[in-house]
């Protein structure tokens, strides 16, 4: 590593570092705590890499809460995606063109935001800038760089199945190169492949670390729905299609996409035609989707997308600084940075929702009972809150068990409650409104509900739009208004007060009327 390229690596894990969350984020990142905590499987696929990866940086760091270290995780990934990114782009447009494409990455909304808390998409970044980066170079290094790109593609899969998508790029920079170099593609596939099987072995951990029999069940996501994400988001792709297509371009940024256009005109048509290739992936994964972009819930599921697109932006500024005027290629990298800087800065220094609403679900919940619970945060928060100090109550999620049966059994042995399911989510597991009793973020099945709840801190991220945060409001204020309705199928008028209270928590998804 040159010293420029640890510049921009210590540069921007300073930069993530500063605004990491303290403990967990709402979501995925409880499931993917437990896993590192305790060397075992995250839902579907599992993700290995990251389990590995996140209890190896938890024994090594000897300060901080072990979630925070995953943070770390994430920042020293981002960070390295960005540094890859300088030293791909420096090779073809020096320091200012490299500074660009690094500041253009860095300071993209998604890595960003993935490099501040615990999940795997800092990583993927990481491994989508690494392949970019090891498919050009010298001759005399070619088959060294085939082998490392064939692990990375290998551990980039185990990583995150979405790296499928931006293969098309690697791929083809490759074919260049073998044309370039006069190597024959056939050699270099042949002296990968045995890497990328390698890199794909890792997955064997799951079988091993797993419950017995689940193996292929979980890596091909038979119980996620394989390629289908959150049917209740779907449209028909030609209704969805349009809103998708708006939403990819506009979610690239204004300066550096139009200095990625300039790139692009200038770039070499085989280069070009394989970095649009990896963008054009992510373009299609939102098709696949077929995602209704209107709402602010479906929009956050697809940010991940744009990290690649984000990154052949940033590759192509590079090359558009590179063929500057020699005066404006710092101006350029301080247009990038500062139209970056100027908006708000991502920062979760003091973010503790997730923490407070698993410590809320605590508080519900009473000893020897149990919660069947709908949403991933509620779930995953609960169980990762569980490593420090035991619950005292079993906690099912609704969508990996048998809802009816698990209530059932629970019933006759103590207090039984839900949390997060809609009434016709309830009516279907059998449970009539007039059966269910209101008691703050939880619905009581039967017998005395537990005192209310309180929110223990309101701080900056109650105020913040970021989706993360949205999520646990989403959280309070639905089971804000579950109360209210629960009291009106008992015939007790509830005032205007629980639906006040959730238009106030969650005004884009709940209106006054």
């Not at 590593?1 to 969350?21: I, Q």
């Not at 030293?87 to 998604?110: D, H, K, N, Y």
């Not at 009816?404 to 409650?417: D, K, S």
């Amino acid at each position: 590593m040159s010293p420029a390229t640890a510049l921009v690596f210590l540069a921007a894990a300073a930069l993530y570092l500063s605004g990491a969350y303290p403990w967990l984020a709402p979501r995925d990142a409880g499931d993917l705590g437990v896993a590192a905590s305790t060397l075992g499987v995250a839902h579907a696929p599992g993700y290995p890499l990251h389990a590995l990866l996140g209890r190896a940086i938890e024994a090594l760091l000897p300060f901080g809460h072990p979630a925070w270290r995953l943070s770390v995780l994430s920042a020293l990934a981002g960070a390295g995606a960005a540094a890859v990114a300088f030293a791909a782009a420096r090779r073809r447009a020096g320091v200012w063109g490299g500074l660009a494409a690094a500041a253009a990455f860095a300071l993209s909304a998604p890595l960003w935001k993935f490099s501040l808390l615990q999940e795997k998409y800092a990583l993927h970044a990481l491994f989508c800038a690494a392949l970019a980066a090891c498919a050009e170079g010298e001759r005399e290094t070619v088959f060294g760089r085939a082998r490392l790109s064939g692990l990375l593609v290998g551990l980039g899969l185990v990583n995150h199945q979405s790296l499928l998508f931006w293969l098309p790029a690697p791929l083809l920079l490759w074919k260049a190169q073998a044309e370039r170099h006069g190597v024959p593609l056939r050699a270099l596939a042949a002296a990968a492949l045995p890497w990328t099987a390698a890199g794909l072995s890792l997955t064997l951990y799951t079988w091993v670390r797993g419950e017995p029999g689940t193996f292929l069940d979980t890596v091909l996501r038979r119980r996620y729905g394989t390629t289908s994400l959150f049917a209740g988001f779907q449209r028909p792709l030609a209704d969805a299609a349009p809103g998708l297509l708006r939403h990819f371009f506009s979610g690239l940024a204004v300066p550096a996409a139009a200095l990625a256009l300039y790139g692009a005109a200038r770039a070499e048509r085989a280069r070009l035609a394989a970095l649009l290739a990896g963008a054009a992936g992510a373009a299609a994964f939102l098709l696949l989707t077929r995602f209704d972009a209107s709402g602010w819930a479906a929009r956050s599921a697809l940010e991940p997308a744009f990290l690649a697109p984000a990154l052949v932006v940033a590759l192509l500024a590079g090359e558009a600084v590179a063929s500057l005027p020699r005066p404006a290629g710092p101006l350029a990298v301080a247009l990038l940075a500062g139209v970056a800087v100027w908006r708000p800065v991502p920062s979760h220094r003091g973010d503790f929702l997730a923490y407070d609403y698993a410590r809320d679900l605590r508080r519900a919940v009473p000893p020897g009972g149990a919660l069947l619970a709908s949403g991933d945060t509620a779930s995953f928060a609960l169980s990762y809150d569980a490593l420090s100090r035991p619950l005292g109550f079993e906690v099912g999620a609704s969508r990996l068990v048998d809802g009816r049966a698990w209530l059932m059994t629970r019933r006759a042995r103590g207090p039984v409650f839900t949390t997060g399911m809609g009434l016709e989510e309830l009516a279907g597991l059998g449970l009539e409104p007039k059966a269910l009793a209101p008691a703050g973020l939880v619905q009581a099945v039967g017998g005395t509900p537990p005192p209310p709840v309180l929110v223990l801190r309101r701080e900056r991220p109650w105020e913040t739009s970021d989706s993360y945060s949205k999520d646990v409001l989403l959280s309070y204020a639905f089971a804000s208004y579950l109360s209210a309705r629960l009291l009106e199928a008992r015939g007790v008028d509830p005032g205007p007060g629980l639906d006040l209270l959730a238009v106030l928590l969650d005004p884009e998804d709940y209106r006054w009327e």
